[in-house]
């Protein structure tokens, strides 16, 4: 993979503040690589140990790890668990008055729920979703705001063993059916519209709309909770109000006991090809890298006050909104609005007001908190933080040393962790209280997590040489199937070149010590602003209007966003230019925020007449990526069929 070098040049080290060091889980070091080498003599033993320490089991399981059928990995198979038993009631006994939530509305208001009052509201809802004839395995989709209600309404699916599959309240109505579609959904959970910014968001219209697109059938109901009292257009047989359902039924809702392996979720995300693929995770093995990640990433305590700013819509908000915390019994906020509203200074403000303890957010929000407000967080005393975290993409050293003197005073650690929708959980971060940080490195794999670097016939590299990152084993919080697709599922992720690897999809390299660096996807995967978009995607939806002839979509590095999308579009007319290519332009990107959701829309669209190919007709990427940055074309272009196209591509014209 000698195409693959790191352009990264860090040297700085920052080794944990003494105080943190002290107070922390995994103290020094040494106490890390106690855990590592423990999972390499016994590694079932190591996470056995763990599971049946950590996860309240109704029924003990007796065998840890099954890989008979490979790669359909079975972990804790034969035990016996409930998810929401192990995020509620077992902290009941002790805990029952301590805050589960508080929720802060885009308004500023603040709504605090106990883990009481959660136990409450969470077996009324469950109770009301089974007299709607939902049950074990039955597949629920649901399309809401950040709320109280989401997680109630994810925690009372697992409470009855019915899978959820959140989707993002950004997708369009047609993602959103596509989604109801292949996960075969029987009911639909949604709001009347949710606020964000001021702004209202319209949900309700979006289901309606999802459900008249065809294939549908299996949907028997949609809950709406009122959160903007909106008006929206009401199917006496179908639709109900959840205030209404959920005020009908008794506080106690017996769990409902699962097999390890049940499907807890499905969350859809994009891959190179094709459409979404629904990423299943299991109950057991999920649950115990969501627990596993929060003590050793997050350090987490009982006094702590944790702050993960995702959506339930993405895994970040699954794994550190829905789930860790709340089988941590943890005191969580819980946010309905955006960063920048009412002011640049919200999150800073936030932290103060909860006096959070906890952070964790995405480089790309860091990114634009500089650029609107750099010294916005000294208005605000933060002295309650003292561990920071970012997720989705690979920091810049800049935004990290801002993030760690600014946000941090320099004494709090920030855990850049790696992962992604199929791991479930953390994989490479830093166990902060024992390793050393340097600024744009996830450092270093989570002990029973065993990671390499490969060349593309799995080959391990020696050495600092960049290649594929890999899985090499098994473990508990990993992906176990794409829903109802075993075939794309092993093409997508053991390719047998790799024999047995779980190929992550990501570039790295490693450094002298050890130290993982993240390059980015190795495939024709986007991350805009933390998120996961596949160019395929867009293509198709920009080749689905009647004006489009054919469409590449490429990435090109923003400084607030990590990449943009540029698109190149050949029209089935004449090329445009000037003022109708603009006016094109804007309905094209309308178009797409339509097909997909906004975050997809492109950045740039450029019309050519054609797209550069190679004599066989293949669109030639590299070439497309090198004019999207404004690169000279140097490297050589003689397989190219067309090289006049390349000049009239160079210039945006959309
Ligand atoms: C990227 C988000 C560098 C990576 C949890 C991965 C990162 C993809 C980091 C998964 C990080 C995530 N440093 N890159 N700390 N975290 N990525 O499924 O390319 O939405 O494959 O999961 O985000 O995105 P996903």
Redesign the pocket.
Same mark, same amino acid.
């Given at each position: 993979m000698s195409s693959i070098e790191s352009v990264l040049t860090e040297t700085r080290i920052f080794a944990p503040h003494e105080t943190f060091r002290q107070a922390a889980t995994v103290s020094g070091l040494p106490a890390y690589q106690a855990l590592c080498d423990a999972a390499e003599q016994d590694y079932t033993g190591f996470w056995a140990q763990l599971a049946q320490q950590e996860i309240t089991w109704h029924t003990p399981f007796t065998e840890t790890l099954d890989e008979s059928n490979a790669p359909f990995f079975r972990w804790f198979a034969d035990g016996k668990l409930n998810a929401s038993y192990n995020c509620i009631d077992r902290h009941l006994e002790k805990r029952a008055n301590k805050i589960a939530l508080i929720f802060e509305a885009d308004n500023g208001d603040v709504t605090n729920i106990t883990y009481k009052e959660l136990h409450q509201r969470v077996s009324r809802f469950a109770n009301a979703l089974k007299k709607q004839g939902i049950g074990l395995g039955d597949r629920v989709i649901i399309y809401l705001p950040m709320s109280i209600e989401a997680i109630i309404a994810m925690q009372a699916c697992a409470r009855i063993g019915a899978i959820h599959s959140v989707v993002f309240g950004g997708f369009s109505a047609k993602s959103l059916h596509e989604r109801i579609v292949d996960v075969g959904a029987k009911l639909v959970i949604t709001a009347d519209g949710g606020l964000r910014g001021g702004k209202a968001v319209a949900l309700k219209s979006a289901v309606d709309e999802a459900l008249t697109l065809g294939g549908c059938e299996a949907v028997t109901h949609v809950i709406a909770y009122q959160r903007t009292g909106v008006d929206i257009a009401w199917n006496p047989q179908r639709d109900l109000w959840w205030h209404d359902i959920e005020a009908a039924e008794s506080d106690y809702c017996e769990p409902t006991w699962v097999d390890a392996e049940h499907p807890l979720f499905i969350l859809y995300?994009s891959g190179s090809t094709g459409t979404p693929k629904g990423v299943q995770h299991s109950t057991g093995g999920y649950l115990l890298g969501a627990i596993m990640s929060m003590k050793w990433v997050f350090d987490h305590k009982a006094s702590d006050i944790f702050w993960c700013t995702a959506d339930v819509g993405? #895994? &970040?908000g699954h794994s550190y909104v829905a789930y860790g915390p709340l089988a941590l019994g943890s005191t969580q906020v819980v946010f309905e609005g955006v960063p920048t509203y009412p002011d640049a200074g919200r999150f800073w403000q936030m932290i103060e007001r909860h006096k959070v303890s906890i952070f964790y957010t995405a480089?790309t929000a860091i990114r634009s908190l500089i650029k609107l407000g750099g010294d916005l967080p000294n208005k605000y005393d933060l002295s309650s933080l003292r561990l920071l975290g &970012?997720? +989705? *993409?690979? %920091?810049n050293p800049e935004a990290w040393m801002w993030y760690h003197k600014v946000v941090g005073k320099e004494r709090c650690p920030i855990a =850049? &962790?790696?992962?992604? &929708? *199929?791991?479930g959980a953390h994989m #490479?971060?830093p166990l902060p209280g024992a390793i050393d940080l340097k600024p744009g490195s996830?450092t270093r794999p989570l002990p029973g997590i065993i990671m390499d670097i490969v060349e593309e016939d799995g080959t391990h590299i020696e050495g600092t040489g960049g290649g594929l990152l890999v899985v090499k084993k098994p473990w508990p919080s990993m992906i176990r199937n794409i829903w109802g697709n075993e075939e794309r599922f092993k093409k997508s992720y053991f390719p047998e070149e790799l024999k047995g690897l779980y190929l992550?999809? =990501?570039s790295a390299h490693r450094d002298e010590d050890g130290y993982f660096w %993240?390059m +980015?996807?190795i495939d024709d995967?986007l991350?805009v602003s933390?998120?996961?978009l596949g160019t395929m995607e867009i293509e198709s939806a920009l080749v689905a209007n009647p004006l489009v002839a054919e469409a590449a979509i490429v990435g090109k590095p923003h400084e607030i966003k990590g990449e943009s999308i540029v698109a190149y579009v050949v029209l089935k007319g004449e090329r445009p230019e000037g003022e109708a290519a603009k006016a094109i332009a804007t309905q094209l990107r309308d178009w797409v925020g339509k097909e997909i959701g906004p975050i997809a829309k492109p950045d740039e669209i450029r019309f050519g007449e054609n797209l550069p190919k190679t004599r066989s007709g293949k669109i030639m990427r590299r070439l497309l990526r090198s004019l999207a940055k404004g690169e000279e074309i140097t490297s050589d272009i003689s397989t190219l069929d067309n090289p006049a196209i390349l000049e009239q591509l160079k210039q945006a014209a959309g």
């Open positions: 995300t993405w #895994i &970040t480089p &970012t997720v +989705g *993409e690979p %920091i =850049d &962790t790696w992962w992604q &929708t *199929e791991t #490479i971060a996830c992550a999809g =990501d %993240i +980015g996807r995967v991350n933390g998120h996961r």
